[in-house]
T-cell receptor, first 111, second 113 residues
């Protein structure tokens, strides 16, 4: 079963614009991670935010976490055509490394 | 590149057959997890191996089984294939149980006819 629901399911923006995608999850977590997937291939880890953190930055990425609402957002600033991909949130919980993925947001950046 | 490799890249099987997928972990990683990703969905956790022992399992039937070898490479075996087993199968390795980050391979795309 999927832990997270992401919205929007699909997003199309112009190059240079910002892209925001949201993730909601159901159970308490240790951390939340965002991954990128190009063309149905392997996943690339983008950023991790721990349950006691509220905001984190990495380059053009900004992630927020609200554990009271069980939600997270990923902001990609100044988007590029190369950012076109599917983005997944994933939560880590439990005693072993069971990572539970959301349903994903498909981002298209138009040059 | 994560250093995690998977073989084969693509595979076509017929219903009822058995399949073995392989994963070579990144050097120094003793933990491997397998995921199934159906078209248009997020990956779903199948199971995890740590030092050759199964360390956790998702909601998959026993016909999904695995092995981890002393060099930490891994296999996923699926018996009695069903049409719904058609998916991208991803493995991910990490340096230990305490690691927060996993490194994914490129996946094996399985089509069951």
């Amino acid at each position: 079963s999927q832990q997270g629901e992401e919205d929007p399911q699909a997003l199309s923006i112009q190059e240079g614009e910002n892209a925001t995608m949201n993730c909601s999850y159901k159970t308490s977590i240790n951390n939340l991670q965002w991954y990128r997937q190009n063309s149905g291939r392997g996943l690339v880890h983008l950023i991790l935010i721990r349950s006691n953190e509220r905001e984190k930055h990495s380059g053009r990425l900004r992630v927020t976490l609200d554990t009271s609402k069980k939600s997270s957002s990923l902001l990609i600033t100044a988007s590029r055509a190369a950012d076109t991909a599917s983005y997944f949130c994933a939560t880590l919980s439990g005693g072993y490394q069971k990572v539970t993925f959301g349903t994903g947001t498909k981002l298209q950046v138009i040059p | 590149e994560t250093g995690v490799t998977q073989s084969p890249t693509h595979l076509i099987k017929t219903r009822g057959q058995q399949v073995t997928l392989r994963c070579s972990s990144q050097s120094g990683h003793n933990t491997v997890s397998w995921y199934q990703q159906a078209l248009g969905q997020g990956p779903q956790f199948i199971f995890q191996y740590y030092r050759e022992e199964e360390n956790g399992r998702g909601n998959f039937p026993p016909r999904f089984s695995g092995l981890q070898f002393p060099n930490y490479s891994s296999e996923l075996n699926v018996n009695a294939l069903e049409l719904d087993d058609s998916a991208l199968y991803l493995c991910a390795s990490s340096p230990g149980l305490g690691s927060e980050t996993q490194y994914f391979g490129p996946g094996t795309r399985l089509l069951v006819l």
